[in-house]
Nanobody, 116 residues
Framework: QVQLEESGGGLVQAGGSLRLSCRASGSTVSMAWYRQTPGKQRELVASIISGDYTNYADSVKGRFTIFRDNAKNTVSLQMTSLKPEDTAVYFC?????????????WGQGTQVTVSS
């Protein structure tokens, strides 16, 4: 069982920056950030896997950066040039292998609000 502890988020004006962080209680093979707004499906924002291969949603490319600290089992999402449409609840996600099975874990979510 991997537990995820998120931090960061809050209210920022358009054009501003925020950093989200997520600490995993155990080892993971990949970590990611998703976001969700009311009435919409949760969508992938950015992910990072072993070897530091990253993947970004088209809407955040060039503005968001995902990076991890393997020693601390932490993944962070640096968000810059924020737009009102980035407003959402952001969820940390982690995947880990245990008993030959890939397990999926979620954080509790943190609110990001970008004012225009």
């Amino acid at each position: 069982q991997v537990q995820l502890e998120e931090s960061g988020g809050g209210l920022v004006q358009a054009g501003g920056s925020l950093r989200l962080s997520c600490r995993a209680s155990g080892s993971t093979v990949s970590m990611a950030w998703y976001r969700q707004t009311p009435g919409k499906q949760r969508e992938l924002v950015a992910s990072i896997i072993s070897g530091d291969y990253t993947n970004y949603a088209d809407s955040v490319k060039g503005r968001f950066t995902i990076f991890r600290d393997n020693a601390k089992n932490t993944v962070s999402l640096q968000m810059t040039s924020l737009k009102p449409e980035d407003t959402a609840v952001y969820f940390c996600n982690a995947k880990s292998f245990a008993g030959g099975t890939l397990h999926n874990y979620w954080g509790q979510g943190t609110q990001v609000t970008v004012s225009s």
